[in-house]
């Protein structure tokens, strides 16, 4: 647009927007966007100028991109086949612009264009092609799928229907977020995990209710239906707070050093293993009933280790400290 319009100072908008297929309104957004565009530096005199007020389209220090973009054959190659990965997935928004998008670069890239169709990128990263393919395939029909799942923290086996909702790869894996029927709730799965998934005759139009979570970059982001969890470190656990998702942390008077955390847990077996692991450094405050399971889980341990034949044991008004500090059977590990 902006090579267009340094050739042409001063089009009216209406024609402007004309040439462009775009209503005015959205020219000008795009007029607007211009403000924050130019070259390194981030100086005023280094972005784009634009002024419209009057009507008529006058744009200035825009010098640098005055000719449009000519992409060398690499650069097209590369082009083309990131567009045709992404228009291989399902759930991309706004398909048909990126399809159009897809048929310009390739008429014009020429020999480019040829050799993008030899080129396949393998976006399986562990998980079973074939699964992959049922997933995508239930995805595009809105079909309820029937999964063998895997819940690796359990080493279990699971049967569960489930209505698709969104595929995703994050970290070089792939996750659908789906309704699950056992669960009734949203549930994320890891795809190479997945052992075996059959499309049903059956509809997969998750509840309205159902409400894919946009992630980013983060692979986990509880909702407010996983329980709150209050967690005290002592300074040589604080890393805690650093390697998983908190709501938020603050200092603790009591132990130098140390903090306290508010976390949403939805396994409270991967806690305990986390409570355990750091042998004393932690203690979980709330809920009540989760720290008297961890309790009991370090008493068991400490049992199991042979610390139960007149060792130290944890003063009664620690029992709901997972540490058994002072238990020399326990080993401490530091991840």
Same mark, same amino acid.
């Not at 209406?14 to 959205?26: G, L, Y």
């Not at 052992?195 to 209710?209: Q, V």
């Not at 982001?221 to 329980?227: Q, R, S, W």
């Given at each position: 647009m902006v090579p267009w319009l340094l050739e042409r100072q001063g089009v009216a908008l209406?024609?402007?927007?004309?040439? *462009?297929?775009?209503?005015?309104?959205?020219l000008v957004a795009d007029l607007e966007l211009l403000f924050v565009c130019g070259t390194p530096g981030h100086m005023p005199d280094d972005l784009i100028e634009a002024e419209w007020e009057s009507g008529h389209v006058y744009l200035g220090n825009a010098d640098a991109i005055a000719r449009p973009l000519r992409l060398g054959q690499d650069e097209a190659l590369a082009l083309l086949v990131g567009l045709r990965t992404l228009a291989d997935l399902q759930g991309v928004e706004d398909s048909a612009a990126l399809e159009g998008a897809l048929a310009k670069l390739s008429a014009a890239a020429g020999d480019a264009a040829a050799a993008a169709g030899s080129v396949q990128l393998d976006l399986a990263a562990g998980a079973d092609p074939g699964v992959l393919a049922v997933v995508r395939g239930a995805l595009s029909r809105s079909r309820r799928l029937h999964l063998s799942y895997l819940v690796a923290t359990r080493d279990e086996t699971t049967e569960r229907d489930v209505d698709p909702m969104e595929?995703?790869?994050?970290?070089? $894996?792939?996750?659908?977020?789906?309704?699950?029927?056992?669960?009734?709730? /949203? $549930? $994320? *799965?890891?795809?190479?995990?997945?052992?075996?998934? =059959?499309?049903?005759?059956?509809?997969?139009? #998750? #509840?309205?209710?159902?409400?894919?979570?946009?992630?980013?970059?983060?692979? *986990?982001?509880?909702?407010?239906?996983? #329980?709150?969890?209050?967690?005290?470190?002592?300074?040589?656990?604080?890393?805690?707070? =650093?390697?998983? #998702? /908190?709501?938020? /942390?603050?200092?603790?008077?009591?132990?130098?050093?140390?903090?306290? /955390?508010?976390? $949403?847990?939805?396994?409270?077996?991967?806690?305990?293993?986390?409570v355990l692991r750091l042998g004393g450094a932690a203690r979980v405050v709330s809920p009540p009933a989760l720290a008297d399971q961890v309790a009991t889980a370090a008493r068991a341990a400490l049992a199991a280790a042979g610390a139960d034949d007149g060792d130290e044991r944890p003063e009664d008004g620690d029992e709901r400290r997972a540490d058994g500090a002072g238990g020399p059977g326990l080993v401490r590990h530091r991840g």
């Open positions: 209406e024609d402007a927007a004309r040439h *462009f297929a775009i209503s005015t309104d959205q595929l995703e790869s994050l970290d070089g $894996r792939w996750y659908l977020q789906a309704w699950c029927h056992r669960a009734q709730g /949203v $549930r $994320r *799965f890891r795809l190479d995990r997945v052992l075996a998934a =059959e499309e049903l005759d059956a509809d997969g139009t #998750p #509840p309205p209710d159902a409400v894919a979570r946009d992630l980013g970059s983060s692979l *986990f982001a509880p909702g407010d239906e996983v #329980p709150l969890v209050v967690l005290d470190l002592d300074a040589g656990a604080r890393w805690v707070a =650093e390697s998983v #998702p /908190v709501e938020d /942390v603050t200092e603790r008077l009591d132990a130098p050093g140390g903090v306290r /955390v508010r976390l $949403r847990v939805a396994d409270d077996g991967w806690l305990r293993r986390l």
